[in-house]
């Protein structure tokens, strides 16, 4: 907006209004639409001149609008009444777009976006200003601190698979250096967050002393501006390579705005416009591009020094020495146990003690080793499977486990030491079906808890010698304490057939009936 003050003064002092137009850049209708009070007023050219004081004066008077906008904006008495609850949206850093919205649709007011946006610059310029301040990080040490991040570089086309993925970029920024760190992703899970930062590290040669980076889950569990809870898999890297994590606030950018501007940088010079024929091709020529092309790129925020040259020179040598073994990536998990005293891990499910039914547990995978905890002490620890289950029966209470820790071998072997008539016995049980027979096999072995050894050896080969070597036999064999002598044995098959269809003799038949 031209100054009238200005264009007053001018005026007063004798230019016509052509030259007016053509100094001062202002059309000549508007030039006549902001004279005509002055000349109403009275005011003359040449006449006694008037100060810019005395003119703003005037000008407040004659065009009001230009004090205050409000005066001309048809939709600031509608916005008006809800200066609080714009205060309260302000106060907690809702954008103006949202604000708008927010007005439009859930109080029905009829003002654009721009209105809305105006408005608010002119009743809480104090407020829009402190938002908009910015303070100026001072320099950082040198292998002080890391910034890191994703970001999405495009669609790619595998030559494997003939699908499209998307590409996405992980950078690590050292902060003192500028020098950078990029390695295409297709997935962003737990291990390729781990093993960016292992392939960061070898190729720094060494580590940053702080690692700044988002609120991730395959980061931080929790965020939290004071106290965030780092991810276990992702505190145990860090444990291994001496460095602290340090979160950036949520939906704060600007936390780590060295890594933040580099990834239009990377998607540009990088990505745009190149073909990959595998995910690996792709690896290795981000490393060459990060050395070749980013690392001597002149940065303007190095006054022109190039960021490779400056890491070698002076960020290098301030890097921590990196650990002498290289780092074992665990994978994390969490989990309720289950009435069947299993937790389940990935695709598979794993015992733990029977006493910890219901109880949520946190699981280890490293290599092929799974480790449950409950708490900080390992309950389990089991060969790692890809599906199906790995059940530890000493998990089990021992009264639920008897029939499943009683096997078919088991049986063999406990017959051996009973003696040969009872193999023979178990071996019957065994040889066809062993499954639908093992109750009884158990049950035969289980006597002679009760009759002993020898017992059930004798009854064994009792139950051989009629031809009913089954558990009811054998057990009334034993009841009868005939496993020595010559009783018929009672209760089996073989009674019934050794007996026949008569269980009585012919003498005791009536063979003097009477002829009908």
């Known amino acids: ?16 209004q052509v030259q007016l137009s053509e100094s001062l850049g202002i059309d000549r209708k508007t030039i006549r639409k902001y004279l005509a009070p002055v000349i109403a007023a009275g005011i003359e050219p040449g006449g006694e ?29 509608l916005i008006a009444p809800h200066r609080d609850r714009i205060k309260g949206w302000l106060d907690a850093e809702v954008t103006v777009a949202t604000i708008a919205q927010r007005l439009r649709d859930d109080h029905q007011v009829a003002a654009s976006q721009s209105s809305v946006r105006r408005w608010i610059a002119t009743h809480f310029a104090e407020e829009v200003a402190r938002q908009r301040v910015s303070v100026p990080r001072g320099p950082v040490e040198p292998g002080s601190e890391a910034q890191i991040d994703y970001g999405r570089l495009g669609m790619w086309l595998d030559p494997a698979t003939a699908k499209r993925v998307a590409v996405w970029a992980f950078v690590m920024v050292l902060a003192c250096s500028r020098h950078l760190f990029v390695r295409p992703v297709i997935r962003m899970d737990q291990t390729t967050w781990c093993t960016c930062h292992v392939e ?3 190729y720094f040669g060494g580590v940053p002393a702080r690692l700044v980076c988002d609120n991730l889950k395959t980061g931080v569990d929790r965020p939290d501006l004071y106290d965030p809870k780092i991810n276990r898999t992702y505190a145990e890297l860090a444990a291994h390579y001496r460095c602290l994590v340090d979160p950036a606030r949520a939906f704060k950018p600007k936390d780590k705005p ?15 416009g190149r073909q990959f024929g595998s995910l690996t091709e792709m690896q290795q020529a981000a490393i060459t591009w990060s050395t070749e092309v980013a690392g001597l790129r002149h940065s303007r925020a190095l006054e022109g020094a190039r960021p490779l040259r400056v890491f070698e020179a002076v960020e290098a040598p301030a ?5 002498p073994r290289p780092f074992e990536l665990s994978i994390w998990s969490i989990g309720t146990v289950g009435v069947d005293t299993h937790l389940k891990v990935g695709k598979a499910l794993y015992s733990v003690p029977w006493r910890l039914i219901g109880q949520r547990l946190h699981a280890r995978t490293a290599g092929d080793v799974v480790q449950i905890f409950a708490g900080a002490d390992v309950v389990a620890t089991h060969v790692r499977r890809f599906s199906g289950r790995s059940t530890d029966y000493s998990h089990y209470p021992p009264e639920k486990i008897a029939f499943a820790m009683r096997t078919p071998s088991w049986c063999r072997q406990t017959a051996q030491l009973v003696g040969p008539a009872c193999q023979e016995v178990i071996a019957g049980f065994m040889a066809d079906n062993a499954i639908h027979h093992l109750r009884a096999a158990q049950g035969v072995l289980g006597l002679r808890d009760k009759h002993g050894c020898e017992r059930l050896e004798a009854a064994c080969a009792r139950a051989l010698v009629v031809g009913d070597p089954s558990y009811r036999t054998i057990k009334g064999i034993l009841v009868a304490g005939t496993e020595h002598g010559d009783e018929q044995p009672t209760g089996g098959r073989g009674a019934a057939a050794t007996a026949g269809a008569c269980l ?11 002829v009908a």
Do not use: C, K
């Open 258 to 272: 060295r890594v933040e501007r580099p990834i239009t940088y990377v998607r540009d010079s990088f990505w745009r």
């Open 49 to 77: 001149p008037l100060g810019a004081e005395a003119w703003a004066e005037l000008i407040v008077g004659w065009f009001p609008e230009l004090e205050d906008p409000g005066v001309r904006a048809s939709t600031w008495p």
């Open 504 to 514: 009585r003799g012919p003498d005791q038949f009536d063979t003097n009936l009477p």
């Open 200 to 202: 960061a590290f070898e």
């Open 1 to 16: 907006m031209f100054d009238l003050v200005e264009l007053f003064t001018h005026w007063q002092a004798g230019r016509s």
């Open 319 to 323: 890097l921590i020495t990196l650990a």
